[in-house]
């Protein structure tokens, strides 16, 4: 292993991290992602990991975390929709970077640890044809049914066929260049 100045903190970096600080320059899409549950109650997340993947049919590709409630809920329904967001929804992102479930959490209490977070619920939004949430304010949305799922690493790679779209507005998308937030390395 060579060791390696880093451009960001000049201090020793081994190839790992040297890695994952390159990993992290890679520019990703905020987009939340809407499922609904075993009662047709709406879930939301937020995600990068989005990417189309065919012309034809109608692909998009999304990467979840193993124990993610909206993918247990995919798995389930084979209903999803993705938002994009623009680029002045930053406290509208923030707001679906709580996991739904607190135990997720490491550190939380015992306690603090049952705690079911509602995402949406001071958010306007509709519900699409599927049942998952549409939000008012992204730049644009699409309706989706899971068809395939990959273990990859320790994340699920989940291919919908697009079924719906729309573009809601106008603007740029917000990035993660533009947050400063990484999920990557």
Not at 18 to 32: K, L, R, S
Not at 40 to 49: K, L
Not at 115 to 129: E, G, T, V
Request: with cysteine.
């Amino acid at each position: 292993m060579s060791e390696k100045l880093s451009p960001q903190t000049r201090g020793p970096k081994n190839d790992d991290e040297i890695i994952q600080d390159a990993m992290h320059e890679i520019p990703y899409g905020i987009y939340v992602i809407s499922s609904k549950d075993g009662e047709s109650n709406p879930n939301a997340m937020i995600a990068d990991w989005v990417m189309q993947v065919s012309f034809s049919p109608r692909l998009v590709a999304v990467s979840f975390e193993s124990d993610s409630t909206n993918l247990h809920n995919i798995r389930t329904n084979r209903s999803m929709t993705i938002n994009l967001l623009d680029e002045d929804s930053m406290d509208l992102a923030r707001s679906f970077l709580q996991p739904t479930n607190a135990s997720k959490i490491q550190g939380r209490s015992e306690s603090n640890s049952n705690i079911r977070h509602d995402k949406l619920a001071n958010i306007a939004y509709h519900l699409s044809d599927n049942g998952c949430a549409i939000l008012d304010d992204a730049l644009m949305w699409l309706e989706l049914e899971a068809d395939q799922f990959f273990e990859i690493g320790d994340h699920v790679l989940v291919v919908s066929k697009v079924i719906k779209g729309d573009i809601n507005g106008s603007g740029e998308p917000l990035t993660s260049v533009l947050t400063g937030w990484s999920y990557s390395g």
